[in-house]
Each structure stands twice: as structure tokens, then as C-alpha cells.
């Protein structure tokens, strides 16, 4: 079992930056990706950002240049640093990691302001 927790989030106003952290614990030995899942309300929940063990980011187009994700293997650790933040990205945003299943943290709300 991985036990994930986030950390981060918070009232933004439109255009601002904010940064969330997850880290991750319990049986984390061959964790492979990590990352970041965003749910709107009434909306389906949505990749935004991955990020493999070796350090590829994979990005959602609609935060491609605006979101940046990072990981440190040695802390269990991933971040997500997202600037220009928009009113539409108000949402739960929840910590992902793939090991043999798929891990969940509990989401952290981020809510843009228009």
C-alpha cells in the first residue's frame, strides 16, 4: 500500500501561481509515475500533469507551458507548480502515483478567483 498526502492549495485570484507537493509513503520500492489529477465539479476527473520515475513530465494540453511538475525519488516527493492559473481550473486536485495499482490522495481544493 502508498499512502499519499498533499499539501498545497488554497484561494488564488485569476492570473496567480500556486504550488502543491505530495508525498508519498508506506510501500513506495518501484513507485513508477507520479502526478497530478484535477476534478471540477459535475466534471470527470482529468489527468494534468505525470511524471516518470526517470523524470519525463507528461502534460495536459491546457496547462502545457503554464504548469511545470517535478519529482525528487530520494524525498518521495512530487511537485506541481502552476502559474497563470485560471478561473476554469477551480477543482480538486488529487495526488496520483502508479505502482502495481493506481494510489489517490484525499485532493486538495484549488480555487481561482475571477
Known amino acids: 500500500q502508498v499512502q499519499l498526502v498533499e499539501s498545497g492549495g488554497g484561494l488564488v485570484q485569476a492570473g496567480g501561481s500556486m504550488s502543491l507537493s505530495c508525498v508519498a509513503s508506506?510501500?513506495?520500492?518501484?513507485?513508477?509515475?507520479m502526478g497530478w489529477y484535477r476534478q471540477a465539479p459535475g466534471k470527470q476527473r482529468e489527468m494534468v500533469a505525470l511524471?516518470?520515475?526517470?523524470?519525463?513530465?507528461t502534460y495536459a494540453d491546457s496547462v502545457k507551458g503554464r504548469f511545470t511538475i517535478s519529482r525528487d525519488n530520494a524525498k518521495n516527493t512530487v511537485n506541481l507548480q502552476m502559474d497563470s492559473l485560471k478561473p476554469e481550473e477551480t477543482a480538486v486536485y488529487y495526488c496520483?502515483?502508479?505502482?502495481?495499482?493506481?494510489?489517490w490522495g484525499q485532493g486538495t481544493q484549488v480555487t481561482v478567483s475571477s
Open positions: 496520483y502515483c502508479k505502482k502495481w495499482d493506481n494510489y
Open positions: 508506506g510501500s513506495i520500492f518501484s513507485i513508477n509515475s
Open positions: 511524471i516518470t520515475r526517470g523524470g519525463s513530465p
